[in-house]
């Protein structure tokens, strides 16, 4: 029977493990914990029952299960790279506390605030900072739900907070918000039947070209000049942006490319392919949201917020930018995961070059990036 050492080595230690935090909040022993950026389990080996229940909960494991578990939540209609769904809209939140304090079009903080007086859910997990530092918190009122507004880089374990929604907060109606990894890792836990899972009755996502280790980009910040406890806001458009006591500091993509997490670089999922809703930013003007409704569930609640007047929509001509994005990194993604997989079994740069029928400054270029994530 696989256990927790199959995890660490085929998942953890192998630098694919995207920090979803389903197995630290599985193991019914609390053995496997947050620690140093990844999961871990510091119990000695004896101690442990060696039960699966973490290897089992890993859907990285298991991605060919995904297009099942998306046939049977989302259904399988019109698909183009950017998933199937039932309406998109470009859309901004109405409420000026929320205006003042959100990422981009304050719609995720509005459907969250929405959902709970509507009483469709009784809590979320949601991503809040320590400084800048993301963490996992239980979001139960406006006040919480504001708090954690606005996006923060780095990995964050979402997912293990719901064992302290359901058991310490009694939750039942739980809405997961998380970038697409996370969003993927809680359907595959309500497919498989893990029973905190069941509690999980939405999931909001974000769209997500890629994701930033917290340590590098502060210390870049402080390459400026810049003290991460006086930044007001984190952005990536065009450039990476922080924004601090009245300055702006854009630094080229390329800057920040040592900070992508190993796992990132094969993600194939941008525009959370499973949640109920997914939202970003790209392609919408500055302040609005992009929005895609993919599910009944989703489209009620959407439904709901407009005819309370909580959000201004305006119509989208087509969804063609977001498709391309989309269509991008999943080639980029599938294209570093053969690159990994072959030097894994021992070939070199020119090598994978000629047999994928790519140039070799590619190969090392994304070879190199893996190998400074792992050193
Ligand atoms: C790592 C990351 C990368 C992203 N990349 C893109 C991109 O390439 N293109 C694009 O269009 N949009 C991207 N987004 C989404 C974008 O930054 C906004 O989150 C989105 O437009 C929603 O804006 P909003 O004003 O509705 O959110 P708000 O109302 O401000 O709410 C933001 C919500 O995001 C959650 N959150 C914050 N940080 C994290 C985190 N690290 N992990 C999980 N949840 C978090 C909080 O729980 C909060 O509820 C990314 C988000 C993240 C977290
Ligand atoms: S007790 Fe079970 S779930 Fe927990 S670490 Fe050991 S094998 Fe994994
Ligand atoms: S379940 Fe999530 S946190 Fe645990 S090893 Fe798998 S991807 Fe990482
Ligand atoms: S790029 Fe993929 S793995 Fe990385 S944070 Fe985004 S969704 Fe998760």
Redesign the pocket.
Known sequence: MPSYEDLEARIIDTGECTVCGACILACPSFHVKFTDGRPKRLKRSVDCVGCSICYDACYVLRHSLIKDIEGSVIGRGKRESTGSFRRATLARTQDVG?AGT????????TL?LYALDSGVIDGAL??GRDGWV?VERIAKTRED?LS???????V?P?LRALRAAVVDHGMSNVCV???PC?IQSIRYLKYKGLPLASSVSLAVG????E?YEYAGIAEKARAYGLDMEMVKRLD?RDTFEIYSDGRKVSLDITEVKSCVPRHCLVCQDFAAELADIA????ISNRGW??VIIRTEEGDGIFAGMEQRGLVETRSMEDLCGIEEIAHRKKEKGKQTGQIFRLSEEGLDASEIASKLGIAEERVSHRLERATDRET
């Open positions: 929320i959100c990422q981009d079009g304050g719609i995720v903080s969250l949601v991503v993301p739900i954690a507004a606005g996006t923060k880089y780095g964050v979402v918000v998380g970038s996370h974000l769209f997500c070209r994701n990536v939202v970003g930013s790209d949201c992009t």
